[in-house]
Antibody, heavy 120, light 110 residues
Framework: QLQLQESGSGRVKPSQTLSLTCAVF??????????YSWIRQPPGKGLEWVGY???????YYNPSLKSRGTISVNRSKNQIYLKLSSVTAADTAVYYC????????????WGQGILVTVSS | QSALTQPASVSGSPGQSITISCTGT?????????VSWYQQHPGKAPKLMIF???HRPLGVPHRFSGSKSDNTASLTISGLQTDDEADYYC??????????FGGGTKLTVL
């Protein structure tokens, strides 16, 4: 059974960079042609797509992030990363990593999520 | 990109059927058959219920079904059960190569 687990700093100061890691267990991120996504959910609000990275390494991001986001992978560690620069309070959310289909149009395995609070 | 439009809330009694709509544009829902639906219970991660408009992942009951007409996709839950009470979100692939979610619908089983 595939499992994803997010980790990283739970508190980030405004204007700094948010850094999260998603460790994948029970399967290799190098096989199967899957995409990996980051989705966030501000407290009490709905889901917001952050971005995804395809098996070939290309990545796409939510235009609302205004080029602040970077998703990368380390295949030897079986991990996916999210970096979000110049954070503000509006970036406070539970961040989920998820495995998706080839196109990234759906996500069938999700991590439990990690709450990141942007506050000084 | 604008969020897909979902009703804020719907309700139904056990055993009844309900339908949640998800309205987008000709650049997302209307253009591709890449609409998904997720169920989220409080404090839990979302769970995939429907992908590519009509497909159910293994383990999702047949009571859950999806459809699409023009720019609007729909999730129908038949034979409502108390455990179906949750938030439901739709998502769609877009012509920009990105993904967009709906605002979410709170389902109350009375």
């Amino acid at each position: 059974q595939l499992q994803l687990q997010e980790s990283g700093s739970g508190r980030v100061k405004p204007s700094q960079t948010l850094s999260l890691t998603c460790a994948v267990f029970g399967g290799s991120i190098s096989s199967g042609g899957y995409s990996y996504s980051w989705i966030r959910q501000p407290p009490g609000k709905g889901l917001e797509w952050v971005g995804y990275i395809y098996h070939n390494g290309s990545s796409y991001y939510n235009p609302s992030l205004k080029s602040r986001g970077t998703i990368s992978v380390n295949r030897s560690k079986n991990q996916i990363y999210l970096k979000l620069s110049s954070v503000t309070a509006a970036d406070t959310a539970v961040y989920y990593c998820a495995r998706g289909g080839f196109l990234g149009d759906y996500d069938d395995y999700w991590g439990q999520g990690i709450l990141v609070t942007v506050s000084s | 990109q604008s969020a897909l439009t979902q009703p804020a809330s719907v309700s139904g009694s056990p055993g009844q059927s309900i339908t949640i709509s998800c309205t987008g544009t000709s650049s997302d829902v209307g253009r591709y058959n890449f609409v998904s639906w997720y169920q989220q219970h409080p404090g839990k991660a979302p769970k995939l219920m429907i992908f590519e408009v009509t497909h159910r992942p293994l383990g999702v009951p047949h009571r859950f079904s999806g459809s699409k007409s023009d720019n609007t996709a729909s999730l129908t839950i038949s034979g409502l059960q108390t455990d179906d009470e949750a938030d439901y979100y739709c998502s769609s692939y877009t012509s920009s190569g990105t993904l967009v979610f709906g605002g979410g619908t709170k389902l109350t089983v009375l």
